[in-house]
């Protein structure tokens, strides 16, 4: 049996950062993002980039005076039987001090301002995928997995940390620098310092072919890191279905796939990342011998050409600017291996941030309402009684329609693709306070109408009206406000019971929530809890039953007090004894109420108002129970086991 993995959901797109132009791209945007919310702190760091570097730049200048204007001389006024003064030389050398001390400050201020930046680019950048991801449809999170998603709030989020915070900064140093001391190379001999270039060129070339490779596997590494965790979260999801199947050593064999083809990629991106420094560096320590060489030639034997013509301070000066000058970029390959791997996360963030938002054209809202001298009219209070507040566009005049829950589809196709079609010529009338019962083998096609009363998904033909009102016309928010859902699967959240079953209402009040757990026979068992309705809920509810997590979810549906309700499934988990217990308060919940109810327990359904048949997305039977025993056709099948 194949377990459940990876394979069997969409993953978030590869970053394709070995290409310049795409990483070009995604870091002008990461730059762009930071300007936007960080302008004025990135100006100060800039100005304490720019003081920093120029302090270290005058230090060395000051070698090239250092030797030609003090020590040499110094040395000379000894040979001469003269008695040195130091005093000249004390003022210089305090002047480079406070110059120093200042540059030590600068950067100083620039680290703790970046670490407000970092820190909250990455909180702000947190918000915006979480803001982004609650305006998702539905089919974003049928086709993503969910550990996959994940890893972009986590690991690709955490990438930019050591980016933002040292690598970006790097960065502007090393331009700054290279910028100061390529001039101040100029000033003190042009020959040397067109020699310093062409080394600098042949490490440049080295350092691209490196990076090339190592960007396409830190892309890759991101992306096998993403699966990985989606077969992590799948598994833990699973752990059940793993261990009744006997299915842990196939769980290991795929997980240590994953995990060998992540050491793959991250071995390869590292390996290539790791040795650009190192080269660099080497490429670096020949560049400034043959600077050392070719100087100290000029120093001796030059001294009479003036463009070739060297002083001992300005050789000495003009190497140190030669390590000076290759130390920003071996220091900006240092940083590589984070700027690819966060520029990698970056694209995965930003292909998030990319999707397109669930679309909402309606305009017709819900509103609470009341009648005054027979006329229906909108009211601030919550009066119980629920209006669609329809504003005709063409002439601004305002309809309130009574909400019922009226529901019509009217010759319904609809498929995931256009290409594919799953329901064809739907046809459904739910009339105020009807039971409306859908059966049929898996894959029928049940689950997927409620999803298009809900507007999950937007059907590609025909027209689906509430209350005598075009779906599309009503906002979505609202339309799924008046419904009210109980899934086979529960979602409970962390918190104390009480805030879970008020989940359906936030206004709702203790004593409504009470009220709504007793109506679903909750209370006894909330009672007996440790801290009664108090007690915090943790694991989605793995300490209580499936039966019990069942029954807060009907709670939670009863407290919306809705006017419409979707069932799907919502039985299946409880046991015989708890849903006799249940269905009697399920039917004091559905009273008065248009629902919508899927079983595969067909005993349940046997008062509906009408029974729906589906096989493989279209209605072969409508009717009564009694209606379709008669028939003898696939409800009879389904519900005496015999053929018909």
Known sequence: MAGPGPHRRNMQPRAKVDDPKKAAKTFKRLLGLILKRYKVHMIFVFICIVGSVL??????????????????????????????????????????????????????IQSRIMITVTQGTMRDLRNDIFRHMESLPIKYFDTHAHGDIMSVYTNDVDTLRQMISQSMTQVFNSAITIVAVLASMFILSVPLTLLTLVMVAVMMFVSKILAGKSGKYFAAQQSDLGKENGYIEEMMKGQRVVKVFNHEKKSMEEFGELNDKLFESAYNANMFANIIMPINGQLGNVSYVLCAIAGSILAVTCGDIPVLSLSLGSLV??????????????????????????????????????????????YVTLVNAEYRNGKLCETDKRTGLWAWKHVHQASGEVDYIELKGDLVMDDVDFGYTDEKIVLHNIDIYAKPGQKIAFVGSTGAGKTTITNLINRFYDIQDGKIRYDGININKIKKADLRRSLGVVLQETNLFSDTIMENIRYGRLDATDEEVIAAAKLANADSFIRQLPDGYNTVIKADGGNLSQGQRQMLAIARAAVADPPALILDEATSSIDTRTEKMVQESMDKLMADRTTFVIAHRLSTVKNSDCIIVLEQGRIIERGTHEQLLEQKGKYYQLYTGKAS
């Open 55 to 108: 302090a270290s730049v005058q230090g060395t200048m000051f070698i090239k005076n250092l030797f030609d204007d003090y020590i040499i001389p110094l040395v000379e006024e000894k040979s001469a039987g003269y008695d040195p003064d130091f005093t000249p030389l004390l003022y210089a050398i305090s002047r480079v001090a406070v110059f120093y001390l200042l540059g030590a400050a600068a950067a100083f």
């Open 317 to 362: 000066s003009f190497l140190t600017f030669n390590k000076n000058f290759n130390q920003p970029i071996s220091q900006v390959s240092q940083q590589f291996n984070s700027i690819v791997m966060a520029l990698a996360g970056a694209d995965r963030i930003f292909a998030l941030l990319d999707e397109k938002s669930e679309e909402d054209n309606g």
